[in-house]
């Protein structure tokens, strides 16, 4: 499995100083002004955002659960399901309550949030990005744009929003910490019915005239909980640092991950179809690694040089409510 896809790609002169400090900037405060002079329209577009948030909230309560490669304890020959050591072993964790978005984050979502606070929009670069660029996709931002996206709305609906933790999104992947393999309707993998079909992927680039599988969310059956495209349909950000020893050591409550690192952790996968699930990256327990201040326009084309190359189309976010008491959840 490839932990680190774009670390080497990446601009290797970004110290850990300065991505450490980057977390911190957020835009909230230049949110509020703003909003004070929205137009009708605008006041339209983010009521209808902020309701759709409320009502994709996914409550999920707190309990203890095993985190991690449970193959040697229930795989019928006691063989670890995973090839890879970063998901071992397998460690107790207890988390309190909290809210996971029930889908990703869209484009139409991200255009909300970027025209309310006066920013690009994310994913445009030029005809090619464009044309990836669905209302109802996965949208493609780096892992700052995350956060702040999540925490904006966090503050627009008084919750404390924020990217989910690494042991949050497992948890939930396996319907409240039960052995599940696959992060889908059944715990398996149906090709065609609950993940894509290899047919299904071609015939979609055929429709849209696009180059790549698009991540076009809602397509096949919720998990148990209620969420949405957890197995695929582009990696999301996770608030975690990215540690490959990090299991050996995690605190039992709440963890939240090393305290620096130069990787972020993402869970889920880029768009991909059933076979190629099975064989890599398809597990609720499977990790992966990249490094947070991808920027879009860092690199070029090496072929054109006339395009852009969005090295974060693959890179989504689905937002939590850290430590929800769910009477509040249901008066918001």
């Given amino acids: 499995m490839i932990k680190q896809n774009l670390a ?35 006041q339209r577009k983010l009521q209808e955002l902020l309701d759709k948030t409320k009502k994709n909230l996914v409550e999920i309560k707190g ?14 020959d006691k063989l670890p399901y995973d090839s890879d050591a970063d998901s071992k072993p397998l460690h107790k964790v207890t988390l309190d309550n909290y809210a996971l978005s029930a889908t990703k984050a869209t484009y139409a979502d991200f255009d909300i949030y ?31 744009q995350a956060r702040n996206y999540c925490q904006w709305l966090g503050k627009q609906l008084n919750l404390k929003m924020d990217l989910p933790t690494e042991a949050q999104w497992e948890y939930a992947a396996r319907n409240s910490g039960q052995y599940i393999l696959y992060p889908t309707d059944n715990g398996k993998i149906d090709t065609g019915r609950n993940v894509w079909s ?56 709440n963890p939240q991950g090393p305290a620096k690192g130069s990787l972020k952790v993402v869970r889920s996968s880029i768009p991909s179809e ?45 937002c939590a409510v850290n430590y929800l008491q769910f009477d509040q959840a249901n008066n918001i």
Wanted: proline letters at 5%; one cysteine or more; glycine letters at 6%.
């Fill in 274 to 318: 059933g076979q190629t699930l099975q064989m890599f990256g398809g597990f609720t327990f499977s990790r992966h690694a990249i490094h947070p201040i991808a920027d879009p326009k860092a690199a070029k084309d090496e072929l054109t040089k006339k395009h852009h190359l969005n090295l974060n189309q693959n890179n989504s976010v689905r």
């Fill in 114 to 144: 970027t025209e309310i606070t006066g920013q690009d929009q994310v994913g445009k670069f030029d005809e090619l990005s464009i044309q990836d660029r669905l209302p109802n996709s996965a949208a493609g931002v780096n892992w700052q």
């Fill in 8 to 42: 080497i790609i990446l601009l290797s002169g970004i110290t850990l100083t300065a991505c450490a400090k980057s977390t911190n900037n957020t835009e909230q405060g230049q949110t509020t002004i703003a909003q004070q002079n929205l137009s009708s329209e605008q």
């Fill in 63 to 76: 309990g203890t659960f095993m985190m991690g490669d449970f193959g040697e304890q229930k795989s019928p």
């Fill in 198 to 253: 290899f047919e299904q992927r071609q015939n979609q680039q055929n429709k849209l005239n696009a180059f790549r599988n698009i991540p076009e969310l809602l397509k096949f059956p919720a998990t148990p909980l209620g969420l949405y495209d957890m197995i695929t349909d582009n990696y999301e950000w996770i608030l975690d640092w990215y540690d490959p020893k990090y299991y050996s050591k995690s605190p039992e409550k």
